[in-house]
């Protein structure tokens, strides 16, 4: 009987788990440097959690069951509503703003295709109780940072804010569902199914051509005073255009420079509330979003209490694909191979290659009773730095052999100074 796994999901072996580990824990660093603490929330949640975030209609995109005590409940497709929930229950009474950063698996039941699986990683933050531009502006430089730490080069911020297009709306008398619809086509990008919505209800025609044209707006602080021109006498959205530019201005303080602004971002949650922005890696295709993030008040639609958050999550299988594509290292193993010549030699190889290790140097040694040439052979496999030779007459002498697997070369070195070479080099 073939066994194999479940579809949308993936196995991930030697070489692309260590990548993965470097990602988390660079992310890890960054993010504590910043004041953010690690939390951990449950892999699976109450339904009603994730409906009244999102809507009853986010039921068919979701693994969700009964338990054996009829419970309704779903593994989590997200980690933004486990934290405010984790909020509620334990941290109502913390002194704000509270800087939490959270990573761990999600699940959503779609059709399986190139970038998007059933099982995938989100490495995110939110910083709740902080309802300020000086916020948004720390929370976009944590993104920007966290990439400049991986090294990741091609990426391109866009930024927006959401009280441009919903002052237009209100201001027009399209509220409730009807504007959240219209924003969720625009955050999809179907500006066709938008034009026929806009028909559908009716909406003027200047309101109408009017948003087609700022949703299609990029560029720098020009974009700014070309829709201030168009909006006119719209007090919200005038409001808004004042917010985003004092963010920019922020935002170089906190030494972020290069940024897109991008009046087309939009989310179709009304209780998403200003700055919205993403992340790209042009690179990656259909694909190419690896970050999201904005501003939001999902602790009042929980609870009627208001906590304006900011936060973004990063698409940890994407922003791991991005930095794959831009480089591909070769991957090692172990630094070092101890080597034993001959059966006699393994007690001391064993001896060396455990100091080796306490000494914190990724280190391997044989246990497979090879003959030589096939131990050199598995170790230039793993890709490892230095062979440590380990022979009789070298031991009588107090000296090991330490061969160098780039060049060749080789150097005969005192048993007791292996460390301190290994570490000049």
């Known amino acids: 009987m073939e066994i194999t796994r479940p579809r949308g999901t993936r196995d991930f072996l030697f070489e692309e788990m260590k990548k ?28 009603k959690l994730f409906t009244l975030k999102s809507g009853e209609e986010i039921v068919k995109q979701i693994y969700h069951f009964k338990d054996k005590a009829n419970r309704d409940l779903a593994l989590r497709p997200e980690l933004t509503a486990p934290a405010a929930r984790l909020y509620l229950n334990e941290l109502r009474k913390h002194p704000k703003p509270i800087k939490m950063y959270y990573y761990g698996s999600c699940f959503r039941y779609e059709r399986p295709q190139a970038g998007r699986f059933r099982q995938f990683w989100q490495f995110g933050c939110e910083l709740m109780g902080a309802e300020s531009p000086q916020a948004e502006a720390e929370v976009i430089a944590l993104a920007v940072h966290c990439l400049r730490e991986l090294g990741l080069k091609e990426y391109k911020l866009h930024i927006g804010h959401l ?3 919903r002052g237009l709306l209100e201001d027009a008398g399209i509220r409730g569902g009807s504007q959240d619809r219209i924003m969720g086509l625009i955050d999809k990008g179907d500006v066709q199914e938008l034009k026929l919505h806009l028909e559908r209800i009716e909406a003027d025609e200047n ?6 044209s700022i949703i299609g707006m990029e560029g720098g602080l020009g974009v700014l005073e070309n829709v201030e021109k168009m909006v006119g006498g719209c007090e919200p959205a005038l409001e808004s255009i004042d917010d985003l530019r004092e963010l920019i ?3 170089d303080d906190f030494k972020v420079e290069d940024y897109n602004l991008d009046l087309g971002i939009a989310r179709g949650l009304d209780y998403y509330t200003g700055i919205v922005f993403e992340i790209y890696v042009p690179s ?13 008040n999902l602790i009042e639609l929980f609870s009627g209490e208001k906590i304006q958050s900011t936060g973004f999550a990063f698409g940890f299988d994407r922003l791991v694909a991005a930095l794959k594509k831009q480089k591909d290292e070769l991957f090692q193993f172990a630094k070092v191979f101890v080597a034993p010549v001959s059966d006699s030699t393994r007690p001391p190889a064993y001896r060396i290659v455990q100091e080796l290790r306490e000494e914190g140097i990724p280190s391997d040694v044989d246990l497979s009773g090879r003959k030589l040439r096939k131990i050199l052979s598995y170790a230039d496999h793993l890709n490892v730095e230095k062979v440590i030779l380990v022979g009789e007459r070298d031991l009588k002498e107090g000296k090991v052999t330490i061969k160098d697997m780039k060049t060749g070369s080789q150097e005969l070195v005192e048993i007791d100074k292996i460390i301190e070479y290994l570490k000049e080099e």
């Open 20 to 47: 993965r580990k470097e990602v988390e824990r660079t992310l890890k660093r960054v993010f504590e440097t910043y004041g953010y603490h690690e939390i951990k929330t449950p892999i699976f949640e109450d339904l």
């Open 163 to 165: 009280g441009i297009l």
């Open 207 to 212: 309101m109408k051509s009017l948003l087609l």
């Open 249 to 251: 201005r922020l935002l």
């Open 284 to 296: 990656l295709g259909a694909q190419k979003q690896i970050c999201g993030g904005g501003t939001y």
